[in-house]
Antibody, heavy 125, light 108 residues
């Protein structure tokens, strides 16, 4: 079964750092981009960007560029999302999702077909 | 970036009825690269439709998608109790990918 397993819920204080993970199984992990989607409490979905597990190439949404960092370790089929200094406004559920589609020169066209269950991040003093 | 506006915000229907959910884009979606996702409370989103009208693996044929340019629809026929959930459209023809604000399908 193709699946993405995310790390557990986190409670952090403002200013702390955090790295959450997303481990794939049941398919060729290095074949597909992995992306991150934020859902703030009671709100909709926001696409944050993607990382390619094979070479760790990244594409960020402008809204999240510079605020978070994507990475991957293909030896353990895992992608990561990290913050260097959390803010209360980072409180949300973060989903990882496999991206299916194709890349053409500098353009990319991917939809999300396999999703993790989400990691709840709570940032509060 | 492309703004997607879904309507209505809430749709109240009874099991057995049909639902039509709309998604309008602020500019034409490249090559109909539009997807629909279902999200039940406390769960992750689930892919229903991609490329405007292609059903994802395991999605019943009660779900269908259509549209082009700036106007897209998701039609759910013969509503089942498990269909009452939140639905989001998403365009992936232009980066950054964007989602609509969602339509809540509730039981009347």
């Amino acid at each position: 079964e193709e699946q993405l397993v995310q790390s557990g819920a986190e409670v952090k204080k403002p200013g702390e750092s955090l790295k959450i993970s997303c481990q794939g199984s049941g398919y060729g992990f290095t074949t597909y981009w992995i992306g991150w989607v934020r859902q703030m409490p009671g709100k909709g979905l926001e696409w944050m960007g993607i990382v390619h597990p094979d070479d760790s190439e990244t594409i960020y949404s402008p809204s999240f560029q510079g605020l978070v960092t994507f990475s991957a370790d293909k030896s353990i089929n895992t992608a990561y999302l990290q913050w260097s200094s959390l803010k209360a406004s980072d409180t949300a559920v973060y989903y990882c999702a496999r991206h299916l589609g194709f890349k053409y020169f500098n353009s990319h066209f991917y939809y999300m077909d396999v999703w993790g269950k989400g990691t709840t991040v709570t940032v509060s003093s | 970036e492309i703004v997607l506006t879904q309507s209505p915000d809430t749709l109240s229907l009874s099991p057995g009825e049909s639902a039509t959910l709309s998604c309008r884009a602020s500019q034409a979606v490249t090559r109909t690269y539009l997807a629909w996702y279902q999200q039940r409370p406390g769960q992750a989103p689930r892919l229903l439709i991609y490329d405007t009208s292609r059903r994802a693996t395991g999605i019943p044929d009660r779900f269908s998608g259509s549209g082009s340019g700036t106007d897209f629809s998701l039609i759910i026929s013969r509503l089942e109790p498990e269909d009452f959930a939140m639905y989001y459209c998403q365009q992936y023809g232009d980066s950054p990918y964007t989602f609509g604000q969602g339509t809540k399908l509730e039981i009347k």
